[in-house]
């Protein structure tokens, strides 16, 4: 089904018991094409809830991959519902810092996460602890990438610097190794996994990218970068096509159909500095986000790959930090990225906050900033859950949990003050702060 380009209202209707009869008209809002940023919902109407406008789309027969970009009813709806965002939750399991979070594929309130020394938690965010875990080696144990099996879901592929790929069991029955350098500067970077096609990749430090079948397999190993690989990732609507990024300050596309001991990539992407990552839209899959390690977002799309945006960003690399990586909303091509400010970057304002950002894919607009208000630390990583409802970010060693909060009891009920964390729940580090919670900041 295709959007309809020439949609450019959204309606905001009282929700009210009258007859349609007695129904007045509702009101028409006209988003400027110079604005193209979130319109404010009126203060005495219900909030646009995300959830129910997408449970109505797809009661008729919409689905969010079905939309096209720049979407704009669907797109104002999902920023109504992040400018709502409040942290509800801290929790610090590990003691070293965070370094890759994944969702459950089938629960919805459940996610995985990774630290700096080889441990992974199973958390369901609803617990004030979690129920599994996999203890890792400590120094030089540092978890890369991680993919949840869909077929057994308490199994969890994962990429390491101990040089191990393997799949792991929650519940700790076994573990198989799949690869396994033996060599203290040899690692695993980066990891992904085709359960369409049933084949994995896995990305080293030495440029080398390993072909393997989900069963362990190996099927092909080529080098397709010159230095480290720090991404390789299978695009969610079309398995045979892959992204890889390097420090090499390359990001290439292949068609796996066709890797040879001497491949040709489809695009080279060439970048300024280093680059973090290379993902994929996840609503539609024809565009491509990459994070370089100073100060630029680029937009790649498909089918040709064009470069069609650069956004200017402070997110600069150092050793101590988990590498920033903007990553996608799940239900439009809304980009997601932790802000480091940067004295030295245009337009830096003293006290700056360490906000995380939220841009137009289609302008480049910053839309909105949200932060926590009790602690300005760097966040790195930040994933919603599938539906776009529930964001969790790494802070350091943190986990933060947002949820949208409706003051006025509308569409939403959260805790009576959920800006406030419960001490049964919280950290003692968090419990000090008297006041959690965040805030959203609204661009003009």
Request: proline share 7%; aromatic share 10%; charged share 25%.
């Amino acid at each position: 089904m295709t959007r309809n380009r020439s949609s450019k209202r959204c309606d905001n209707e009282d929700s009210n018991n009258e007859s349609p009869a007695d129904k007045p008209k509702s009101k028409r809002i006209k988003i400027s094409e110079a604005a193209k940023k979130v319109v404010p919902v009126p203060a005495k109407k219900p909030t646009v809830n995300v959830l129910r406008t997408l449970s109505d789309l797809s009661f008729q027969g919409w689905s969010p991959g079905r939309f096209s970009h720049g979407h704009k009813n669907l797109k104002l709806a999902a920023m109504n519902h992040v400018n709502k965002l409040r942290v509800v939750k801290g929790y610090r399991p590990f003691d070293r810092r965070i370094t890759f979070m994944t969702w459950h594929p089938k629960k919805p309130t459940v996610l995985a996460v990774g630290s700096k020394g080889g441990d992974i938690i199973f958390w369901d965010y609803n617990e004030p602890k979690h129920e599994h875990m996999i203890n890792g080696q400590g120094p030089g144990g540092s978890i890369q990438a991680m993919k949840f099996d869909v077929v057994d879901p308490s199994k969890i592929y994962t990429a390491s610097i101990t040089g191990l790929v393997c799949k792991q069991d929650f519940y700790g029955r076994n573990t198989q190794v799949f690869l396994e350098t033996d060599n203290k500067d040899h690692w695993y970077t980066s990891l992904d996994v085709s359960f369409t096609g049933k084949v994995m990749l896995a990305g080293d430090n030495k440029g080398y990218v390993r072909i393997l079948s989900v069963d362990g397999e190996q099927i092909s190993q080529i080098r397709l970068h010159k230095q480290k690989v720090t991404h390789a990732e299978f695009n969610p609507r079309e398995p045979w096509l892959i992204s890889t990024a390097s420090i090499d300050h390359t990001v290439k596309l292949w068609d796996i159909r066709n890797v040879k001991p001497k491949p040709e990539a489809l695009h080279i992407l060439n970048h300024n500095k280093p680059v973090n990552s290379a993902y994929f839209s996840l609503a539609h899959g024809n565009r491509l986000l990459t994070t370089d390690q100073h100060s630029e977002l680029r937009i790649y799309e498909g089918p040709l790959w064009n470069h069609t945006r650069t956004i200017a960003h402070p997110h600069r690399q150092f050793q101590h930090l988990t590498p920033i990586k903007a990553y996608w909303h799940p239900l439009e091509d809304i980009v997601i990225a932790g802000r480091y400010p940067d004295p030295n970057f245009p337009g830096y304002t003293t006290a700056e906050l360490r906000t995380i950002d939220f841009f137009d894919a289609d302008t480049g607009k910053v839309l909105a900033q949200i932060t926590p208000h009790f602690k300005n630390g760097i966040i790195s990583l930040n994933r919603f859950d599938a539906i776009g409802n529930v964001m969790v970010s790494g802070m350091g060693w943190d986990i933060l949990v947002w949820k949208p909060f409706y003051p006025d009891g509308q569409d939403e009920k959260e805790d009576d003050e959920p800006t406030k964390f419960k001490e049964a729940e919280t950290p003692e580090h968090f419990i000090k702060k008297k006041r959690g919670g965040g805030k959203t900041k609204k661009i003009d």
